[in-house]
Every structure is written in structure tokens, then in C-alpha cells.
């Protein structure tokens, strides 16, 4: 079992190397974690503007070096000319990206900022909550399918860094909050009310984590069709400037 594994493997790095064309280097380097460019767990990449690679010169830099703190990797046993065809394939990705989606984007800034209470946990443009991530580049950053996805199913389309937690002390207080460091001493942590909190770890009698079940509510039936729609013109169309 193991070895064939280890000759798979070995059956794909040569495949790998023998691939000429951007594409092909692509799906063997990039496919795992981007799928087709919009479809992958990673940053959705059909989009005329990559927030980290505005340049091709940046685009390269993070072929060859990845996104420190991220888990987007340095390329391995890629040579200059390859990283070069890969960039290449990118961008014609980007090329690609649809420029508008269905609905009405005005309709969905309503919805967004009044109907449903997105803004008491998002922030765009400096505006709004702070129990999610910052919205003002998604419409750069992510595909209008993506988007669909972290709305009407949260768990499937989950970024990093936003791990409920719930500590129950040892008095019998019960503290949740966003985790936002943990070590084996103690957890801290930003609560309802946005204030941080440390926790001593050892007055605790139980510490769950929620890891793959989003904070976020689910909207599957909160909206119409239409009004999906409106919400995800409205978020594809926040670039932040890009
Ligand atoms: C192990 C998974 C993984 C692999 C393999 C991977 N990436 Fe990524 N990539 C990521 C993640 C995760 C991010 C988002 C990083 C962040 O900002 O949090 C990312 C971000 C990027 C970005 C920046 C997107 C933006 O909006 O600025 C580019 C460009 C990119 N990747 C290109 C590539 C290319 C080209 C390859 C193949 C050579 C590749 N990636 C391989 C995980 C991966
Ligand atoms: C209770 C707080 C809360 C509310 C209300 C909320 N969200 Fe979220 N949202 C989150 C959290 C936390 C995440 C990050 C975890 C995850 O990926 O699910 C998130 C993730 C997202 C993402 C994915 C971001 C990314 O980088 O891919 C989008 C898009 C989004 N929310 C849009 C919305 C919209 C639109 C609404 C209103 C219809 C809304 N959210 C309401 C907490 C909230």
C-alpha cells in the first residue's frame, strides 16, 4: 500500500516534469488547492485583479516564495521558465473572470445593510461588526459562486482564523467568543461584545471548539432567489479599489 503510494507519487513528478504548457503545470502544482481557478478551497483566482499579485512581477514573487503565514506554499522543483508559463496560465484565468453577475447590486447593499444584519458582523470600508472577516476586497477575492456558497452554507466555504470557542470555568461561567490565540496555558478570545478575553486554561472544566461549523447564520431560507441574487451583485461588486 505504502510503496505504491510512494511510486504514484513518484509516477506524478515525472508526469509533472514532462509537462510543457502553463495549464498543465497548473493542474499538477496549483489544481489540488485552487481546482479549476474558482472552484477550489483557496483564493479564487478568475479575477482580473489578484489582491496579493496586482503586478506580474508580484504574481511571480508568490509562485516562487508562497504567502508567508498562509497556506499558499513556495513552489517546489519548478524552474524560472515553468513558474513563468504557470504566471501565464494565471493570468489568462483572470482574463476570463465574468465581469457582472445577475441581480441588482443597489437592491442588495438594501438587503445587506438593513434586512438581514450582515453588517453587524462584517465590515466594509471600515464600516460594520467585527465577528467576521472584512468584506471591503471579496468581490476581488472570491467567485460569485464562492459567494453563494458562504451564504446559504456556511460550514462548506469556511476562511481560516474565525474558530468559535466556548470555555465553561470552573465557577460555571460559560465565556464564547472568536478564538483568537491559544497555547496550553490559556486561550484567548473576542466575545459577543467584542472585548478580548483572556482565560487561564487551568480554571476551566471544558473548552469546545466549534472547527468546522462556521459562526455565520445560514440564509438558505432567508432569501428569495432574486434576492440572492441582489446580495451577491452587491458583494461582487466590493473591490476595495482593486
Ligand atoms: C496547498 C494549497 C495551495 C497550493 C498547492 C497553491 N496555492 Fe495558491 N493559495 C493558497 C491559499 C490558501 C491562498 C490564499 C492565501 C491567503 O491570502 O490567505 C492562495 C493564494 C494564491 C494567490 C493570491 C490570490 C490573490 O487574490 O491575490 C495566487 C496568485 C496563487 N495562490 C497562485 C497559486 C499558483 C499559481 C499555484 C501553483 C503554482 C498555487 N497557488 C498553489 C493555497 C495553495
Ligand atoms: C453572526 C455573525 C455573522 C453574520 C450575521 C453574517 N456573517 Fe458572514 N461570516 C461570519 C464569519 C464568522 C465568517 C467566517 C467563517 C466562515 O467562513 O464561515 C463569515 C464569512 C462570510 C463570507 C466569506 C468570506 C470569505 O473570505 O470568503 C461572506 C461572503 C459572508 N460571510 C457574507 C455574509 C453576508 C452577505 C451576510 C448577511 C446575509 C453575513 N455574512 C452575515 C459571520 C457572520
Known amino acids: 500500500m505504502r510503496l505504491s503510494r510512494i511510486l504514484l507519487f513518484a509516477t506524478c513528478l515525472a508526469a509533472g516534469a514532462w509537462a510543457q504548457t502553463g495549464q498543465k503545470l497548473y493542474q499538477f502544482h496549483c489544481a489540488f488547492c485552487h481546482g479549476k481557478g474558482d472552484d477550489g478551497f483557496a483564493a479564487n483566482l478568475v479575477t482580473p485583479n489578484l489582491v496579493h499579485a496586482p503586478t506580474d ?7 516562487r516564495n508562497g504567502i508567508p503565514g498562509t497556506d499558499m506554499p513556495p513552489a ?3 524552474t ?80 481560516g482564523g474565525w474558530t468559535m470557542v466556548h470555555a465553561t470555568m470552573k465557577d460555571g461561567r460559560k465565556i464564547s467568543g472568536i478564538r483568537l490565540n491559544e497555547d496550553n496555558f490559556s486561550l484567548s ?46 458583494l461582487f461588486s466590493l473591490r476595495g479599489g482593486l
Open 189 to 234: 478570545l473576542r466575545d459577543g461584545k467584542a472585548q478580548l478575553q483572556t482565560i487561564d486554561k487551568s480554571a476551566t472544566s471544558a473548552i469546545q471548539r466549534d472547527i468546522n461549523k462556521s459562526s455565520m447564520p445560514n440564509y438558505s431560507k432567508v432569501f428569495s432567489a432574486e434576492e440572492l441574487d441582489n446580495v451577491i451583485a452587491y
Open 76 to 78: 517546489l522543483g519548478m
Open 57 to 63: 512581477t508580484s504574481l511571480l514573487n508568490i509562485i
Open 80 to 159: 524560472d521558465a515553468e513558474m513563468s508559463e504557470v504566471a501565464g496560465y494565471v493570468r489568462s484565468l483572470g482574463r476570463s473572470a465574468p465581469t457582472s453577475v445577475p441581480g441588482d447590486t443597489a437592491k442588495g447593499k438594501v438587503l445587506y445593510s438593513t434586512k438581514v444584519g450582515c453588517s453587524g458582523c462584517h465590515m466594509v470600508e471600515g464600516k460594520g461588526g467585527r465577528s467576521g472577516p472584512d468584506l471591503t476586497q471579496i468581490g476581488a477575492m472570491r467567485s460569485p459562486s464562492n459567494l453563494r456558497t458562504s451564504i446559504v452554507a456556511p460550514d462548506a466555504a469556511m476562511v
